[in-house]
């Protein structure tokens, strides 16, 4: 039996993980291959299932198969899964599974799509991980702690699991004042003193929030978040004679605070200006993801931005 997962890294690897476990396997029970997978060895420890009793391989393509020079020995260990009997359980982990790959995954057994939630999904799951851990809420909480975590999930389910060790009904003041962090939606002040052309509110804003705790990737991923929506409403300016906050609101699902605040940004934007903003995100991204200095990364940001807007 082969069950894919694809999708969100967290939601996909944790869904994974229940799946084996709702089927009995216990984590002794279970062998994990990634980096350096080969198909002989998938096959010989699928092999090995029957012969020792009740045993489950979790097969991290994402870790095991990089680039161009992963796609042979992928297919390779796909091949190997499609000769294996029907009573050996084995689960796939392929985050970015293309639509090939997962019709693949259904004829031999299951394929599960688990995408990163965003916008108003965003809501509805921390509504969802909040009923699941019986947690009792007002029903402005799961948008509070949306604003709070944005698409930080796997902080966002640890969060869940501590609030529920709480016997209170939870307001979202309460939330505000449990989890003690500023809000995803304050990297709007990071993008108004930039598109402001403020280089040196720019870099007092980062200084801001990296002291009262957030971590330079978290706030640039959140800054993503945000740029997210700017594009989609460049992408309308475009096509659109008009474009209010009302049409903002509607098609990108936010709320009227957030469509005005983006609209505020977007609106001196063309799709060229746009493709040099996100290049230089881009940029940071990779220098944070490659060993250079956080804090040198995100601030060099700040001040490029601020450059970029003051000649604009």
């Not at 796997?154 to 505000?176: F, M, Y």
């Not at 997210?228 to 509607?250: C, F, H, K, M």
Request: hydrophobic letters at 45%; proline letters at 4%; aromatic letters at 6%.
């Amino acid at each position: 039996m082969i069950i894919a997962f694809s999708g969100d890294p967290f939601l996909a690897t944790r869904a994974a993980k229940r799946a084996l476990k709702a089927r009995g396997f216990r984590q002794e029970e279970i062998t994990e291959l990634g980096e350096g997978m080969q198909a002989a060895e998938v096959a010989q420890l699928a092999a090995q299932s029957g012969l020792f009793g009740q045993v489950a391989l979790l097969l991290d393509f994402d870790a095991a198969f990089k680039g161009q020079a992963g796609v042979k020995p992928r297919n390779d260990v796909v091949k190997v899964l499609e000769a294996l009997p029907l009573d050996t359980t084995i689960v796939v982990l392929d985050l970015e599974a293309t639509s090939s790959r997962q019709k693949t995954y259904k004829e031999l057994g299951e394929h599960h799509a688990h995408p990163t939630p965003r916008f108003g999904a965003l809501s509805h799951f921390v509504q969802q991980e909040l009923t699941d851990n019986k947690v009792r809420f007002h029903k402005d909480v799961p948008e509070t702690l949306a604003d709070l975590f944005g698409e930080d999930l796997p902080s966002l389910a640890a969060e869940i699991q501590k609030l529920a060790v709480l016997d209170e009904e939870l307001s979202s003041e309460r939330i505000k004042e449990i989890v003690n962090r500023p809000a995803s939606r304050d990297a709007f002040d990071f993008i108004e003193a930039t598109a402001a052309g403020d280089a040196k509110r720019s870099l007092l804003v980062c200084q801001s929030l990296i002291a009262q705790g957030e971590a330079p990737p978290r706030i640039l991923g959140a800054l993503m978040w945000q740029y997210n929506l700017v594009a989609r409403v460049v992408g309308l300016q475009e096509t659109r004679a008009r474009v209010d906050v009302s049409l903002i609101t509607q098609t990108l699902k936010i709320k009227p605070f957030v469509a005005q605040k983006v609209q505020a940004t977007a609106k001196n934007l063309t799709e060229q200006s746009l493709g040099y903003v996100l290049r230089l995100i881009l940029d940071a991204d990779i220098a944070m993801k490659t060993g250079r200095d956080e804090v040198h990364a995100l601030e060099e940001l700040a001040l490029k931005l601020a450059l970029f807007y003051a000649k604009a």
